[in-house]
């Protein structure tokens, strides 16, 4: 299984960009990075994922390195409600569907 | 309005006492999954389907059984609850490879 790091907490300021980052090195050529958040004991909440190329959707833009060894996420405004615990997955199986949540990063925006 | 179903959403319990979490989604979505979440062992998966009548194991299935007679319902059956299978349980279904799963609001269960 692909294994990844990432920081146990961040703070940002109301309305600047969070970049969360996420080291995955040992991940293969074809599986994908999933990023997940969870607010509070919410159900997670699924914000983008990527291959190769950058990503962009209206949550959040996903930045991947050349080597795909690392990737970071980028909230470009974050608000108070965007506090929450951030989760990178690289998918287990072939089909996409098997996911490990490790423990994330707990972000936290400050007004 | 687009959703995973889950109920309850708290339920307290006795040891021993059969339960069923049930698990519905309206978005005929194929792969459908459990998961469970304790504080310091974040989210672990306990069973998960890529069709009707297709389920495996994921990293924490004892304990538990499911079933997928039908594409929207996939419910969690505890036959024999215990106290260490007091936790948050969360429902998950998605169309399918490369795609984003939805997650249900969670079940809060205590075995008493």
């Known amino acids: 299984d692909a294994k990844t790091t990432q920081p146990p907490s961040m703070d940002c300021a109301e309305g600047r960009a969070a970049n969360l980052p996420c080291n995955h090195s040992?991940?293969?050529?074809?599986?994908?990075v999933y990023w997940y958040r969870q607010i509070h004991s919410q159900g997670p909440q699924y914000i983008i994922h990527?291959?190769?190329n950058n990503e962009t959707n209206e949550m959040a833009s996903l930045i991947i390195t050349e080597d795909r060894k690392s990737s970071t996420l980028i909230l470009p405004h974050a608000t108070l409600r965007d506090t929450a615990v951030y989760y990178c997955?690289?998918?287990?199986?072939?089909?996409?569907?098997?996911?490990?949540f490790g423990p994330g990063t707990r972000l936290s925006v400050l007004p | 309005e687009a959703q995973v179903t889950q109920n309850p959403r708290y339920l307290i319990t006795v040891t021993g006492k059969k339960l069923t979490v049930t698990c519905s989604q309206n978005?005929?979505?194929?792969?459908m999954s459990w998961y469970r979440q304790d504080p310091g062992l974040g989210l672990r998966q306990i069973y998960y389907?890529?069709?009707?009548?297709?389920?495996d194991k994921g990293d924490v299935p004892e304990g538990y059984k499911v079933s997928r007679k039908e594409k929207r319902n996939f419910p969690l059956i505890l036959e024999s609850p215990s106290p260490n299978q007091t936790s948050l349980y969360f429902c998950?279904?998605?169309f399918g490879t490369g795609l984003g799963y939805t997650f249900g609001s969670g079940t809060r269960l205590t075995v008493v």
């Open positions: 997955i690289p998918p287990r199986d072939n089909y996409g569907q098997n996911f490990v």
């Open positions: 040992t991940i293969s050529g074809n599986e994908y």
């Open positions: 389907s890529m069709n009707v009548e297709v389920t």
């Open positions: 990527g291959l190769k």
């Open positions: 998950a279904s998605s």
């Open positions: 978005m005929n979505h194929e792969y």
